[in-house]
């Protein structure tokens, strides 16, 4: 036992030693044919590194820019902006309401937190100091196959003739209203108002 124990150390060594000048030469024959590759397409690699970097720096920069795009492609949100026409509340004063609805489109599922907003123009900040609110629907749920209306103004017809008493709502302006729920991709809506037209408001498509 002691004579085969000691020939299994010789055979270890052996082995260890024979297995580092193995590594030594695989190595060495390594090199030698990588700096052989270099050498033979230094100028290749010199005219393509840096078109390779640019390349990958410039699709680098779109995919951060294009991702949130394509995933909402990808994924729609079930929450969607429909525009009602405006009602005239008033024969006299022709005044008109306006509004939105916002349609949970799935059929399977309450979406929660849903919270409705619009970028800060100077007319959406008037509307907002003048209602004193700073949202235009707080967070709320909305039931499958159900709808919410979202009250945005009301505003008389010939606002425009009134003496220029609010310039800001004299002014056309363009934004977007944003809607965002619990687990689901922001759904958007363009609008165009313009003070001169009857209704003033109009949903952009492009």
């Known amino acids: 036992m002691r004579t085969l124990g000691g020939i299994l150390i010789i055979l270890v060594g052996l082995a260890w030693e024979f297995s580092a000048k193995l590594h030594i030469f695989v190595d060495q024959v390594t090199i030698q044919k990588w700096q052989a590759w270099l050498a033979a397409h230094t100028t290749l690699i010199n005219q393509i590194a840096p078109l390779a970097l640019i390349g990958g720096g410039v699709f680098w920069i779109v995919f951060l820019h294009a991702r949130p795009a394509l995933h909402r492609w990808l994924r729609p949100s079930p929450l969607e902006i429909v525009y ?5 509340t008033s024969v006299w004063r022709s005044m008109r309401d306006y509004y939105i609805e916002v349609r949970n489109c799935s059929t399977d599922r309450t979406i929660s937190s849903v919270i409705v907003t619009w970028d800060e123009t100077v007319f959406t900040r008037a509307i907002d100091n003048k209602l004193s609110r700073e949202c235009l629907l707080s967070p709320t749920s909305i ?61 952009l498509w492009r």
């Open 84 to 88: 009602k026409p405006p009602a005239q």
């Open 143 to 203: 039931e499958p196959s159900s709808s919410v209306s979202v009250f945005l103004f009301s505003l008389k017809d010939d606002i425009r003739t009134e003496g220029n008493k609010n310039n800001e709502l004299g002014r056309e302006s363009t934004f977007t209203i944003r809607v965002s729920g619990n687990r689901t991709n922001e759904s958007t809506a363009r609008f165009r108002y313009e003070p001169d037209k009857i209704p003033k408001l109009r949903r």
